[in-house]
């Protein structure tokens, strides 16, 4: 695996000598992983943490604060979903080629979805995350300590995150906000995932055709909005798109995080399993009546 740009690619040999990627800084990345740990944590929950996210030895965390929290998501999330403190943390496993696999614990605003949304818009594509909390949290500190981690060792892993793409996770945080709303907090980010594969899929030229996209998938899923909610997601993704973001390397960063599941059910290989498994499970209840 190797994480730098191919300007200062390192030779095969020194990446087998030198570990999985460049230690520019050893103690912010070890065994390819990232520790962030919010700044309210008391020194019995940092322990807490760094043992429930199982932290390589030696691992420096990188502190997440109230000053981070206004930095990297703005006014996008709402104070109310603040929580108060600096709590939830998280475990980055840097990957090559994976998608996000993104898991939460304690966490109760935040869905993994919608970190998932947020980080791949930001332009984090492939990455194992764990999320976690000593207690019950919203889960903004996670969302903020890993857009940060990305950043300060962007030199070592090769992953640099523009401010253009943070300031499009952040407005869709505040698209998906409102949106939850209607749709709900648990749905939004699946009705965002789907946006951004037919995005993908159908490869728009014009604000118009990503407009027909929006309603297309709206209309399949039987949400209503307002005028002015659609106003707000259209323009969301108009600006993705002025962004030139790549739409394939987005929806193949979200397949790890859920969005493929119904595809991946209606796979022959999956149908064929359930058939037999029916089946074994038939015959098991027969042969108890004979």
Do not use: C, H
């Amino acid at each position: 695996m190797n994480y730098m740009k191919p300007l200062v690619a390192l030779t095969i040999g020194s990446v087998v000598a030198t570990s999985m990627i460049p230690k520019v800084n050893a103690e912010a990345i070890v065994d390819d992983t990232i520790v962030t740990l919010g700044e309210s944590l008391s020194a019995s929950q940092r322990d807490w943490v760094l043992e429930r996210v199982e932290a390589p030895a030696g691992i420096e965390p990188i502190i997440t604060t109230a000053a981070d929290e206004d930095k990297y998501l703005g006014d996008a999330v709402p104070q109310a979903q603040r929580g108060g403190g600096m709590y939830s943390s998280a475990r980055i496993k840097l990957t090559d080629g994976t998608g996000l696999d993104i898991k939460t614990e304690n966490v109760t605003w935040v869905t993994e979805d919608m970190y998932a949304n947020a980080l791949v818009t930001a332009g984090v594509t492939d990455a194992d995350i764990y999320i976690t909390s000593p207690i019950r949290v919203t889960g903004t500190s996670a969302l903020t300590g890993i857009m940060k981690a990305y950043d300060q060792t962007a030199e070592e892993t090769g992953i640099q995150l523009s401010e253009e793409r943070k300031d499009l996770a952040q407005e869709e945080l505040a698209v998906t906000s409102e949106i939850g709303k209607t749709v709900g907090q648990e749905d939004v980010a699946g009705l965002m995932n789907e946006i951004k594969a037919e995005i993908a899929n159908q490869a728009p030229e014009t604000n118009i055709e990503i407009r027909d996209i929006v309603i297309q998938v709206l209309n399949q899923n039987n949400v209503q909005l307002s005028d002015s909610q659609l106003t707000q997601l259209t323009t969301l993704f108009e600006n993705m798109q002025q962004a030139n973001l790549d739409w394939g390397a987005i929806s193949n960063g979200l397949q790890g995080a859920g969005q493929d599941v119904q595809a991946f059910l209606e796979t022959e290989e999956v149908q064929g399993f359930f058939a037999r498994l029916f089946e074994a499970l038939s015959n098991f209840f027969k042969s108890l009546t004979n």
